[in-house]
């Protein structure tokens, strides 16, 4: 079992950085991959970036490439999406998620556990 609690976000102005993190609780997070998905009230859960469970790969969708980074620190179970030059476009409840099996970083079906989501509000 792996719980996962995300903190980090807030209400930032469109050009600015955020970095939210996702603290794991459970002894196999450092074999889990993690995902970043976010939803808003105009679009269904949508994937954000993901990072292997030794961090050799990471994956993003083409519209964060180059303004977000995610990374993990195993060894303290935690997780992070840095943003970078947000948009109001961005604003949404971001959740992370942990897979077991690295089936699909893409696709939200195929991850096992979720946190609670943390809210992030880019304004004009």
């Known amino acids: 079992q792996v719980q996962l609690v995300e903190s980090g976000g807030g209400l930032v102005q469109a050009g600015g950085s955020l970095r939210l993190s996702c603290v794991a609780s459970?002894?196999?997070?450092?074999?889990?991959?993690v995902g970043w998905f976010r939803q808003s009230l105009e679009k269904k859960r949508e994937f954000v970036a993901a990072?292997?469970?030794?961090?050799?790969?990471?994956y993003y969708a083409d519209s964060v490439k180059d303004r977000f980074t995610i990374s993990r620190d195993n060894d303290k179970n935690v997780a992070y999406l840095q943003m970078n030059n947000v948009r109001p476009g961005n604003t949404a409840v971001y959740y992370c998620?942990?897979?077991?099996?690295?089936?699909?970083?893409?696709?939200?079906?195929?991850?096992?556990?979720w946190g609670q989501g943390t809210q992030v509000t880019i304004s004009s």
């Open positions: 998620a942990a897979e077991r099996r690295s089936a699909s970083y893409y696709c939200a079906g195929a991850y096992d556990y």
């Open positions: 459970g002894r196999a997070f450092g074999t889990y991959a």
């Open positions: 990072i292997s469970w030794s961090s050799e790969g990471t």
